[in-house]
C-alpha cells in the first residue's frame, strides 16, 4: 500500500481501513503502539488538522514506557547502519530527517558518535531530537548540551521532541508532496 495519499483521499482510506492496518500505517510514524492504537480508536478523522490534535492529546496521555517504546524506533542520530537495518518501517521518514547528518565531516560523525554513546549510556535511552532543518553540527551542539540534564529531565525533552517528530511524519504522510504530482 502506498503511505502517501493526497490529503482527503489519504484521511478517508486510513478512516477505512481495519485496525490492524490502521495501527500499522501509524507505526510509521510513532513506535509507541499504545498511542498507535488509541489514534486508530479515535477515527473518523475529519481533517489532518483534528487528526494532529488527537495526536497531540494522545501524546500527553502516554506513560514512561509508551515515551520509551517510541525512543526505541529511533534510529541514533548519524547511524545510518541502523537507519537501513532495525528501523526499516521508519528508515524512509527517519533518513529524510536526518539529511544533514549523511553530508557531516567524519570529525563530527566521530564526535555525534562519542556524545550519543555517552548518552545512552547515562539515561538508557537514545538521544531524541527533532532533526529536521538541523545540521550535524547543530545537533552536536544540541547533544553536548543536553547532557548535563538529569534523566528525568531528558525524558521530558525527547517526549516533547518525539511530539514535534510525530507531527512532522503524520504530516510527511498525509499531505500532497510536490514531487508526486
Same mark, same amino acid.
Given at each position: 500500500?502506498? &503511505? @502517501?495519499?493526497?490529503?482527503?483521499?489519504?484521511?478517508?482510506?486510513?478512516?477505512?481501513? %481495519? =485496525?490492524?492496518?490502521?495501527?500499522?500505517?501509524?507505526?510509521?510514524?510513532?513506535?509507541?503502539?499504545?498511542?498507535?492504537?488509541?489514534?486508530? &480508536? @479515535?477515527?473518523?478523522?475529519?481533517s489532518l488538522e483534528q487528526?494532529?490534535?488527537?495526536? %497531540? =492529546?494522545i501524546w500527553g496521555t502516554m506513560e514512561q514506557d509508551d515515551v520509551l517504546e517510541?525512543?526505541?524506533?529511533h534510529p541514533k542520530i548519524g547511524d545510518v547502519n541502523s537507519?537501513?537495518?532495525?528501523?526499516a518501517h521508519t528508515a524512509g521518514l527517519a533518513g529524510a530527517e536526518q539529511g544533514a547528518?549523511?553530508?557531516?565531516?567524519?570529525?563530527?560523525?566521530?564526535?555525534?558518535?562519542?556524545?550519543?554513546?555517552?548518552?545512552?549510556?547515562r539515561n538508557g535511552f537514545i538521544f531524541i531530537v527533532c532533526a529536521t532543518g538541523k545540521s550535524a553540527g547543530e545537533m552536536l551542539a544540541i547533544l553536548q548540551q543536553r547532557l548535563a540534564n538529569d534523566r528525568q529531565t531528558e525524558l521530558r525533552i525527547g517526549a516533547e521532541e518525539q511530539g514535534k517528530i510525530t507531527a512532522i511524519r503524520l504530516r510527511k504522510l498525509f499531505e500532497r508532496q510536490p514531487d508526486q504530482g
Open positions: 500500500m502506498d &503511505s @502517501r495519499f493526497d490529503m482527503n483521499e489519504g484521511l478517508e482510506r486510513f478512516n477505512q481501513l %481495519d =485496525e490492524a492496518e490502521a495501527v500499522a500505517m501509524m507505526e510509521t510514524c510513532c513506535t509507541a503502539m499504545r498511542w498507535c492504537r488509541e489514534i486508530a &480508536s @479515535r477515527r473518523p478523522y475529519s487528526m494532529l490534535k488527537a495526536a %497531540d =492529546e517510541a525512543f526505541s524506533g537507519l537501513r537495518a532495525k528501523y547528518v549523511k553530508q557531516a565531516s567524519e570529525d563530527v560523525l566521530q564526535a555525534l558518535k562519542a556524545a550519543n554513546d555517552e548518552y545512552e549510556a
